[in-house]
């Protein structure tokens, strides 16, 4: 467009065609209006010419001007009619290489050798398939310039009739996966390119088979197969998910795939879902193998507890999500069994409290007493405080409260005091021990007799609480 002559340039009459296949009317248009000072005059005329008609070449993109389809239509019958006149006009009766011969001469102009790119681009103009399947590049480009050049009224459900033309004029290559895949949509072929599209990617054929299965677009097979092609896909993709070794950072992202792949899917992800949890609680913490060598961290191990129990909290809210209830019991009830085994109790009671396991929460409750008798203070101490400071703090209110009825669960009653008045005791015994430790005789008796009489403390516990408490007892 720079140049003087932009006309001399080897790819000017390329690229208007280009334009034209791929529906760049105004491009092509502002090049054939250079023409205009061609030094040829009927050059120079058939430019403007062409030019004009580009410009005024109507499009059904054009809802404006056309808001309905045979208004488009209509249209562009006229604008084709008065092309070909407009042609005919400028040709005056002369034939095939005689468009820009000069009056009166005998031999052909110098001008001839122009005609056949003029032509290709008044062919085009016209829609003529043949002159199109010489221009365009592939098949691609073929199916979008015939919808914009030859059958300007082209439908979705006429274009496996088109396609089928064009590929018999320009093969495709098979051996190439995402040709096969879009001819194949192009055709409506939908069985055959989620075929092809697994082939390429499983993440490719799970979302284009959902998509397509929302726009009632796959075929019911139901007599041959139990699971639809969409959720096959889906759970197709969701396996290879599961055998990725990132499949620990992935698992929620697994859960939502499963959940999403019919009743097939979401039976595999109750299964899957406990598998996550039980897998969560074989981690073992960083800090308990740096105490295997000889270097422990208490606060990487407090860390990694932290960590441990956002990741179970997260799981709780995807059971929770997909209502899965019975499911997070289980998990929370194996888990936690493991990870008493382990000495890990603070862990443990935290996803006791969560899942409102009583019991387990009692048999918490008794090994920290169990460790007090056999490890003394200091042990008991260290297993009290790994304990949520939160669950130790309203545990003497909630036990207050089931005590005189004051509050509604789902869990019995018994089982709610039962673990309320341990975890209550511990609490309380902890500030007992502590009082002894900072030398406040008088609020651990105050402590000493609360405990004796408020009916939390295990009456097995009674004997032993007694006997640490004599030098107390015989104090003045």
């Given at each position: 467009m720079a140049a003087n002559d932009p006309w001399n340039q080897e790819s000017f009459f390329p690229f208007i065609v280009r334009c034209l296949l791929r529906g760049f009317f105004l491009a092509a248009a502002?090049?054939?209006?250079?023409?205009?000072?061609?030094?040829?005059?009927?050059?120079?005329?058939?430019?403007q010419l062409l030019a004009k008609s580009v410009t005024g070449f109507p499009r059904s993109t054009n809802i404006n001007e056309f808001p309905l389809d045979h208004q488009f239509i209509s249209a562009h019958k006229q604008w084709l009619a008065q092309f070909r006149a407009d042609l005919v006009t400028f040709e005056g009766g002369r034939g095939r290489g005689h468009w820009f011969d000069t009056e009166g001469s005998s031999g052909r102009s110098e001008w001839a050798s122009w005609e056949e790119d003029f032509r290709s681009v008044t062919e085009l103009l016209e829609g003529k398939p043949e002159r199109l399947f010489q221009e365009?590049?592939?098949?691609?480009?073929?199916?979008?310039?015939?919808?914009?050049?030859?059958?300007?009224g082209l439908r979705q459900d006429d274009l496996p009739r088109v396609v089928e033309r064009v590929?018999?004029?320009?093969?495709?290559?098979?051996?190439?996966?995402?040709?096969?895949?879009?001819?194949?949509?192009?055709?409506?072929?939908?069985?055959?390119?989620?075929?092809?599209s697994h082939s390429l990617d499983r993440w490719l054929a799970a979302h284009l088979g959902d998509v397509f299965d929302k726009?009632?677009?796959?075929?019911?097979?139901?007599?041959?197969?139990?699971?639809s092609l969409r959720d096959y896909y889906l759970l197709d993709y969701a396996d290879m998910l599961q055998e990725s070794p990132s499949q620990v950072d992935l698992?929620?992202?697994?859960?939502?795939?499963?959940?999403?792949?019919?009743?097939?899917?979401?039976?595999?992800?109750?299964?899957y879902v406990v598998h996550v949890g039980v897998l969560l609680g074989h981690n073992k913490s960083k800090g308990k193998d740096k105490e295997a060598n000889g270097d422990m961290d208490v606060e990487d191990d407090d860390d990694e507890a932290i960590s441990q129990l956002q990741r179970f909290t997260e799981l709780r809210e995807v059971c929770t999500e997909f209502k899965l209830e019975d499911e997070w019991r289980t998990i929370s009830k194996?888990?936690?069994?493991?990870?008493?085994?382990?000495?890990?109790?603070?862990?443990?009671?935290?996803?006791?409290?969560?899942?409102?396991?009583?019991?387990?929460?009692?048999?918490?409750?008794?090994?920290?007493?169990?460790?007090?008798?056999d490890s003394g203070d200091d042990e008991f101490l260290r297993l009290v405080n790994s304990l949520?400071?939160?669950?130790?703090?309203?545990?003497?209110?909630?036990?207050?409260?089931?005590?005189?009825?004051?509050?509604?669960?789902?869990?019995?009653?018994?089982?709610?005091?039962?673990?309320?008045?341990?975890?209550?005791?511990?609490?309380?015994?902890?500030?007992?021990?502590?009082?002894?430790?900072?030398?406040?005789?008088?609020?651990?008796?105050?402590?000493?007799?609360?405990?004796?009489t408020s009916g939390i403390t295990p009456v097995e516990f009674w004997g032993?609480?007694?006997a640490e408490s004599v030098d107390l007892l015989e104090g003045e």
């Open positions: 502002s090049f054939l209006r250079t023409l205009s000072t061609h030094p040829h005059p009927p050059i120079a005329k058939l430019g365009v590049s592939d098949w691609r480009e073929a199916i979008g310039a015939w919808g914009v050049l030859v059958d300007v590929l018999n004029e320009l093969p495709i290559d098979s051996t190439i996966l995402e040709d096969s895949i879009q001819s194949s949509l192009c055709s409506g072929d939908i069985i055959k390119a989620l075929m092809d726009l009632a677009l796959i075929p019911d097979d139901e007599e041959r197969f139990d699971t698992w929620r992202v697994i859960c939502e795939y499963l959940a999403a792949a019919g009743d097939d899917g979401r039976n595999r992800l109750r299964e194996t888990v936690s069994e493991m990870l008493i085994r382990r000495g890990e109790l603070g862990i443990a009671a935290s996803i006791c409290l969560a899942s409102e396991d009583g019991f387990l929460l009692s048999r918490i409750a008794e090994k920290i007493l169990t460790a007090f008798v949520p400071e939160s669950m130790l703090h309203e545990a003497p209110q909630k036990f207050s409260e089931l005590h005189l009825g004051g509050i509604d669960t789902e869990l019995t009653e018994t089982t709610m005091v039962m673990f309320a008045s341990r975890l209550a005791f511990l609490s309380e015994f902890r500030d007992y021990l502590l009082y002894l430790t900072q030398g406040s005789r008088d609020l651990a008796a105050k402590k000493l007799i609360n405990l004796l032993v609480l007694l």
